[in-house]
């Protein structure tokens, strides 16, 4: 069975400008949460989202945003990019919302802002 | 508000002793904990949670660990190392009835020597 995946894997911005990034969940969940993790720091919680709603959101500035499809996949988009957003972006899926199921974590998308 | 703490960022041991790497929360709630394992340029992999049933967890690879109430611990054990287990761990909290949001530990990166 296909696990979590994320696209792309690697990507280098501009300082300003903007980022769009893909998650595809595990067949059958319909949850996905997103992560940032900065180099030398364990994750931080950006979005999770349940039957394509926002059911919590991190400490992010609006400048982070994110969204879910029919098919419960995802979108995470950063807009006006600071070089303090670079960072691996990972995407758990669970199948449903509740903090007693497990996550399911992708290989991430490693995000540089130069 | 809930937070982990990891003690020691790195642990080195000798292939065949003990890991022990150090769990402690905060949480006004009672918590769900969790033990991820991050080989490098990869995701996170889950090792084991607890998620207030039996107090000793057992998980993949041969690693347990055990949730101490009155000392707000939850540590990673594994009798004997192997040189597979080098990688990085990370300790996190999340409580019951909540939404899928898991605070994390900074980390600790794990070495093993033969």
């Known amino acids: 069975d296909a696990g979590v995946t994320q696209s792309p894997t690697h990507l280098i911005k501009t300082r300003g400008q903007q980022v769009t990034l893909r998650c595809s969940p595990i067949s059958g969940h319909k949850s996905v949460s997103w992560y940032q993790q900065v180099l030398g720091q364990g994750p931080q919680f950006i979005f999770q989202y349940y039957e394509k709603e926002e059911r919590g959101r991190g400490n992010f500035p609006d400048r982070f945003s994110a969204r879910q499809f029919p098919n419960y996949s995802s979108e995470l988009n950063v807009n006006a990019l600071l070089l303090g957003d670079s960072a691996l972006y990972l995407c758990?899926?669970?199948?449903?919302?509740?903090?007693?199921?497990?996550?399911?974590f992708g290989p991430g998308t490693r995000l540089t802002v130069t | 508000a809930q937070s982990v703490t990891q003690l020691g960022s790195h642990v080195s041991v000798s292939e065949g002793a003990l890991v022990l790497l150090r769990c402690n929360y905060s949480?006004?709630?009672?918590?769900?904990l969790f033990w991820y394992v991050q080989y490098p340029n990869q995701g996170l992999q889950l090792l084991l949670k607890y998620t207030s049933a039996a107090t000793l967890v057992k998980g993949i690879n041969g690693f347990e660990a055990e949730f101490k109430k009155s000392e707000t611990s939850f540590h990673l054990t594994k009798p004997s190392a192997h040189m597979s287990d080098a990688a990085e761990y990370f300790c996190a909290v999340t409580h019951s009835g909540g939404y899928n949001k898991l605070i994390f530990g900074a980390g600790t990166r794990l070495a093993v020597h033969p």
């Open positions: 758990a899926s669970s199948s449903q919302g509740g903090s007693s199921y497990e996550q399911y």
């Open positions: 949480s006004s709630v009672p918590p769900y």
